[in-house]
């Protein structure tokens, strides 16, 4: 049998199982009866276009998109040298202002003071560069 819509594309299974995941979460959440979920999961599976998995999800609404998540992690400081430099540091100092501390025998912990401030350095350097990423703003090395 020849298809008459040339623009048609073909659903692969890993788009079938991504619909059947929302109708699912769709089911779970009470958005769909089980005889709903049931009729369209037979529909999913049934499905050789795109455009007929679509319409199965239609009605439902959209998941937000996830949300960043902690800026300074192992993979960031992989991909930025800068951020490495920066970071390193910033322990370098908090080492010094530490010991320079403990060998003056103050009683009063004053380096918890720059200490803050380095670590919001850190942070704020690590949440720009994540923003300028995903906004495909050019990151300067």
Do not use: C, K, N
């Not at 089911?27 to 050789?48: C, F, K, W």
Request: overall charge positive; aromatic content about 8%.
């Amino acid at each position: 049998m020849e298809d008459t819509h040339p623009a048609r594309v073909r659903a692969a299974d890993a788009d079938r199982e991504r619909v059947a995941t929302v109708v699912q979460s769709a089911g779970s959440e009470g958005r769909l009866t089980l005889d709903e979920v049931e009729e369209r999961l037979t529909h999913v599976y049934a499905a050789r276009f795109t455009d007929e998995l679509t319409v199965l999800t239609a009605d439902l609404p959209r998941p937000a998109p996830p949300r960043p998540g902690f800026p300074l992690t192992r993979e960031a400081l992989r991909r930025h040298p800068a951020l490495r430099v920066h970071l390193a540091v910033v322990v370098a100092v908090a080492v010094l202002v530490i010991v320079r501390w403990a060998v003056l025998g103050a009683g009063f912990f004053w380096p918890a003071f720059p200490l803050f401030w380095l670590a919001v350095s850190v942070l704020v350097h690590a949440r720009v560069r994540s923003f300028r990423e995903r906004t495909g703003a050019a990151v300067p090395y």
